[in-house]
């Protein structure tokens, strides 16, 4: 069975600290060259086509800002 | 299938914890704290206890717990959460009661509080960060600082003949008849937050049951202290810090 | 009729603990006050009242013990002498920065360091001026009698939850230690968990019901703004201490010209100054403090007028005289009259004393 998946990042609470984008076992996500208004580059999905939406992000994320959504394909 | 078929209700699998307040953390980026805060707010909102936990946050980092967790908390005077929780739980047996203490507060300043609370068997659950440095402060030398380690009070490293040696506290607790479940854990992966979140349950489960006191070390990273970036810092805790402060169960009856 | 028993102050404490409703008793051994738990652990409450007793590992934790109770809104106290105190100071400074009730008992014994284990007056400063940091105050009150020490046990309790504050029963080691009547009061039950529910819930940490959010019950407050409309508030609050709580007793005051100025332990031995200044015809007066703090200043102020001379009398080294003397204001002399290390003095000494200063 597949999985596609997808996050939704809480930007202005992110602080970047790339827990998430290591941990992440399909190189979605990524740092954005952006920064949210504390100065923080946040998280993202660089490449969304990768996600499984297996939540390791969300499951390593200190500041709990990632949402995560999966459906069966 | 596109991004806005996935992001719906009906799909979500996972998002932050109800029993977490809205307030940003003060924690540092890439923090453990915040990873430990999340997951026991998840097992107390899983178990369905928020109305009968009763927090007791430390002097350290985690003083302001009582701002990111939704439940009733008590702020302790520096090393002393064991006897607030004591205290409280002995006058409310039937509440849940969890100290979240720091490696100074704990195994510095509280050693006499926490060895008695846990020698008493309390039916408590601690919650034991250790970072071996002190974050609210500075970054100094803590009870758990490893040989050689730089911090701002030793800064040309820790030295036995100087400071001593680096305090395993955890394992003296386990050797304490009063404990019934002594647990080291980290959060630096989806498989150790998985594994760090179910020794939680089970220290609160342990709790309703009498068993006895439940104490659950996280080995943990203070990225900022340690002068390192938080993916640096999780490697240099697995390379550095896993070796001498062991993961896994210590004691379980 | 009530029940009247021949009973040390220490055991006093203790019973009156439990007729009280004391919900919990945290300790730690001390000569002279050892007697307080030993009681209660005789009298086995958790059996009947529910009360918790518990030694603790050290005075330091008794305290916090003392902290976490509190946060649930529960009569919590516990006993202790001079060098206990001192450990249990910084507890104090938590607990009325948090707005905490609790009750201590310091069964003083003679200082400092770890000093002896006979009475002395010696820690009026530290009860009275803090002990511990910060601009807080506790309530003091000062028992000169072993039924002043059951009694002050429940106007402890209502005293510290009317203000949310701790307070404190300075007593020494004559009065911990003596043999005397005491009548036992009409027992006060524990209030239950839903009764504390109701009238603490809104700040107590009893486990948050789905309709609020937590409580919170700390003493720290990183803005510098915010602390000081904290410690605006407390001190508001220990001003309707001094306008409400000021309890003293005057004997042979109405026609005095001379007044002796005496707490505690030291009170009961002016008594018998009082009788050999009035044989001798010297129209002397005894004004005792019950509480410390607030001070009967105004009670020392009003007999200013038909005074010649106020001797301040403690089993220290001067310390309630300062008090008195910001009282009287240079009106009339205020002299001192001291022993310390643990020894008493007689009534006649006293006199000898009174009269050496004031040239009679």
């Known amino acids: 069975m597949a999985f596609k998946g997808a996050i939704v990042v809480d930007i202005e609470k992110c602080k970047g600290c790339s827990v998430c984008v290591v941990n992440c076992p399909t190189q979605t996500i990524a740092l954005a060259k952006k920064v949210n208004s504390k100065g923080y580059p946040y998280s993202y999905m660089e490449n969304p086509d990768n996600c499984t939406g297996c939540g390791n992000c969300a499951t390593v994320c200190p500041d709990s800002v990632i949402t995560v959504y999966r459906v069966k394909i | 299938m596109d991004i806005k078929d996935i992001i719906k209700p009906e799909n979500l699998v996972y998002s932050k914890s109800k029993v977490l307040t809205d307030t940003v953390m003060h924690y540092c980026p890439g923090c453990s704290h915040g990873v430990v805060h999340k997951i026991l707010a998840e097992v107390i909102e899983e178990m369905g206890i928020q109305d009968k936990t009763i927090g007791v946050s430390p002097v350290g980092c985690a003083v302001f717990a009582y701002k990111y967790i939704n439940i009733d908390w008590q702020q302790a005077a520096h090393g002393r959460a064991p006897a607030l929780a004591t205290a409280t739980k002995r006058l409310y047996p039937d509440k849940y009661v969890v100290a979240y203490q720091g490696d100074g507060d704990l195994a510095s300043i509280g050693t006499a509080e926490i060895m008695h609370a846990c020698n008493r068997g309390e039916n408590i659950v601690v919650i034991f960060i250790n970072n071996a440095i002190y974050g609210m402060t500075g970054g100094q030398m803590a009870p758990t600082t490893l040989l050689g380690m730089k911090t701002a009070t030793t800064p040309y490293g820790r030295r036995a003949d100087l400071n001593g040696y680096p305090l395993k506290i955890t394992e003296l607790i386990a050797q304490l008849e009063g404990t019934c479940y002594v647990t080291r854990q980290s959060v630096q992966n989806p498989g150790s937050v998985r594994k760090a979140k179910k020794a939680i349950r089970k220290a609160f489960e342990n709790s309703a049951l009498k068993k006895g006191t439940s104490f659950v070390e996280i080995v943990s990273a203070c990225n900022s202290n340690w002068k390192m970036t938080p993916v640096q810092a999780n490697k240099w805790m697995e390379e550095n810090m896993f070796p001498f402060y062991p993961l896994g169960d210590i004691k379980d009856r | ?360």
């Open chain 3, 1 to 360: 009729m009530a029940e009247k028993l021949l009973k040390k102050g220490n055991e006093a404490i203790a019973l009156a603990a439990i007729r009280y409703g004391a919900d919990g008793y945290f300790g730690y051994p001390i000569t002279p006050q050892s007697e307080v738990m030993e009681t209660l652990m005789e009298e086995m409450p958790w059996e009947t009242t529910g009360m918790v007793v518990l030694q603790a590992e050290s005075e330091t934790s008794s305290i916090n013990m003392l902290y976490g109770g509190a946060c649930c809104g529960k009569k919590v106290m516990t006993s202790s002498s001079s060098p206990g105190i001192s450990l249990m100071c910084e507890g104090m400074s938590y607990m009325a920065g948090a707005e905490l009730p609790c009750l201590v008992v310091d069964v003083i014994r003679g200082g400092p360091g770890l000093g002896t284990i006979q009475p002395a007056q010696g820690d009026y400063f530290q009860a009275v001026k803090g002990g511990g940091h910060g601009d807080y105050k506790i309530i003091v009150l000062a028992p000169a009698s072993v039924q002043e020490m059951y009694d002050f046990v429940g106007l402890g309790f209502d005293l510290a939850f009317k203000y949310r504050n701790p307070v404190m029963i300075l007593s020494d080691g004559a009065i911990g230690q003596m043999m005397e009547k005491v009548e036992l009061r009409e027992p006060v039950r524990r209030l239950t968990n839903q009764e504390i529910a109701e009238k603490y819930g809104h700040w107590a940490t009893l486990g948050k019901p789905a309709s609020r959010n937590g409580n919170i019950i700390s003493s720290l407050s990183l803005a510098a703004s915010e602390m000081e409309a904290i410690n605006l508030r407390l001190q508001a609050k220990y001003q309707k201490m001094r306008e409400n709580e000021v309890r003293f007793e005057k004997n042979m005051c109405e026609d005095a010209e001379y007044m002796l100025v005496a707490f505690g332990s030291s009170a009961r031995i002016c008594e018998g100054t009082l009788e050999k200044a009035r044989s001798k015809g010297i129209r002397m007066g005894l004004l005792r403090p019950i509480t410390l703090f607030p001070f009967p200043e105004k009670a020392i102020q009003e007999m200013l007028s038909q005074l010649k001379g106020i001797m301040s009398v403690e089993l220290n080294a001067g310390q309630m005289v300062e008090d008195v003397r910001l009282a009287v204001n240079g009106a009339v002399p205020v002299e001192f009259y001291g022993r310390m290390g643990g020894s008493l003095f007689s009534p006649e000494e006293v006199f000898e004393a009174f009269a050496k200063k004031f040239n009679l």
